[in-house]
């Protein structure tokens, strides 16, 4: 069942409905939430905040694309997150030298989470110092793979504006990752 | 004139994404051949983006929690004039918990009436039937917010993106939201708000009717507008007009649903007796001034036992 017949369902008071949305779209918000603002337990509320509001506002998401509608709000939410909060100097998800303790992920084994632990602290890194206009654009874009018109809606920017921001976006990302192990072999071969 | 390295940064999203014309691209791939330089940054830029999207999904820690009522949908509830059906629910039900929540409403209106030293507070005014004292000795007078009363209930505009939501854990489906379809205003321009208090009411749904939507009683809660920060002027004073006050509306901004939702019909009704709110914000306040724009249920209102509901938004000044 698509989201639209979801949606439609949940309207007409199907709880069980909505939850369908959220299960299937909860880890793709936190995903993107974990990127943009690098915290688990920020993200996590993010993603918490997102369906609450989505579920007073069912009404006025007809007609919309709910995906992209999620997302718009998950964005908001992050950037509300990033305004209020200093960064906590002690949270409890990360490790001594202030990396964060990625959740591991059933489908990956052990050594190939050792193995691309470098390579994640290395992107996590050089995002969190891209700006958060930036940052949110090339995660939406990369990560979660949102075609343009959803990252338009969810943006609330023209496409044009999307694409350009975004040729900026991974030109700032690959200079950031110049030479880290997220970029292995350009430093030797470009330096 | 940019130079021909500049030019080919700009389409290397475009060059990735396959989207460049048949022209762009044989110039790109020219260059490409005979630029060292530029093969080697487009390289970093592909090895960049594929890098990230090697990045291994995260997946959500924990449940996310969803009230326990059915997802419901805010349908126009029927105007009321004077005491809305909290007040006058709880009056019949709980008459010393009604007064009491009545007192401390009153009790915060003065405090932040004559305590505010650097702010000055625009209180609730609405502009079809006033109510409580009139504003003559500049804003910090304004009461009129008295009362949380009922409105004709109705969904925030979809271009109000800018939400707080207030909820008590014990009446999950009982929301305060507080929304603006931006979080920079212009100083001297209108600003509209969206605040709402509202409950659905499932005892009110007719067996066997075929309708999308669960029927809610809306209240407005009691709103106010805080100028605060570096907007004073060269006494010190906060350039506040005496006449400073919000009042109920009846549309939102006239970019209000510009998404796909303006063409389903989808954007509410919305009369003036409804949870649109607008202001003028002061002229001459400086850039980086903040408003914040406070949304108010006092404790014991929605039950014996509820607690105080407060959203809240900060506007700023560009």
Request: aromatic share 4%; charged share 20%.
């Amino acid at each position: 069942m698509d989201d639209e017949a979801l949606l439609e369902r949940a309207r007409r008071g199907d709880r069980d409905a909505f939850a369908a949305i959220v299960t299937r779209h909860q880890d793709e918000l936190y995903t993107m939430a974990l990127r943009i603002l690098g915290t688990p337990a920020d993200a996590a509320d993010v993603v918490q905040e997102t369906f609450l509001r989505a579920y007073v506002r069912i009404p006025v998401l007809r007609g919309q694309t709910i995906r992209a509608w999620l997302f718009r709000v998950a964005i908001n939410c992050s950037h509300d997150v990033q305004r209020r909060t200093v960064r906590r100097p002690a949270d409890p998800l990360e490790d001594a030298e202030g990396n964060i303790v990625e959740l591991p992920d059933p489908a990956l084994g052990p050594e190939a989470t050792v193995l691309s632990r470098e390579r994640v602290a290395a992107v996590r890194e050089a995002l969190l110092a891209l700006h958060p206009d930036f940052r949110a654009v090339v995660v939406l874009r990369d990560v979660n793979e949102l075609s343009y018109e959803e990252m338009s809606e969810a943006l609330r920017v023209p496409i044009g504006t999307v694409k350009s921001r975004l040729n900026r976006a991974r030109t700032m990302l690959a200079k950031a990752l110049r030479g880290t192990a997220a970029a292995p072999g350009f430093a030797e071969e470009h330096a | 004139m940019s130079s021909p390295r500049r030019h080919l940064d700009d389409l290397f999203s475009a060059a990735y994404e396959d989207e460049l014309t048949p022209i762009e691209e044989a110039r790109f791939h020219a260059h490409m051949q005979s630029c060292e330089p530029c093969a080697a940054a487009y390289a970093e830029f592909r090895a960049s983006i594929q890098a990230l999207r090697e990045v291994p999904k995260a997946r959500m820690p924990h449940v996310v929690h969803l009230p326990s009522t059915p997802p419901v949908a805010e349908i126009p509830a029927r105007p009321r004039i004077g005491l809305s059906w909290f007040n006058l629910g709880l009056l019949r039900r709980f008459p010393a918990t009604a007064l009491a929540g009545a007192f401390v409403l009153v009790i915060a209106i003065a405090a932040v009436v004559h305590g505010g030293g650097g702010s000055v507070n625009g209180t609730l005014q609405p502009a079809t039937a006033p109510r409580g004292a009139a504003q003559h000795a500049g804003a910090s007078t304004t009461s009129s917010c008295t009362s949380i009363v009922g409105i004709t209930g109705a969904s925030p505009p979809a271009s109000f993106s800018q939400e707080d939501l207030a909820t008590d854990p014990a009446q999950p489906a009982l929301h305060l939201v507080l929304a603006a379809p931006t979080l920079t205003v212009t100083s001297g321009k209108q600003a509209i708000v969206y605040a709402q208090l509202s409950e659905p009411v499932t005892s009110l749904s007719i067996p066997g009717a075929v309708s999308a939507t669960a029927p809610s009683r809306a209240a407005l809660p009691c709103v106010s507008v805080t100028v605060a920060g570096t907007g004073s002027n060269s006494n010190g004073q906060l350039a506040v007009p005496p006449d400073f006050s919000i009042a109920q509306t009846s549309a939102p901004e006239p970019q209000a649903g510009g998404t796909s939702e303006g063409a389903s019909g989808s954007v509410p009704a919305i009369g003036t007796n409804g949870p649109l709110l607008s202001f003028t914000v002061p002229a001459g306040l400086a850039p980086g001034t903040e408003l914040r724009v406070i949304a108010t249920v006092p404790a014991g209102t929605t039950g014996p036992n509820s607690p105080a509901l407060t959203a809240e938004l900060t506007l700023t000044i560009h």
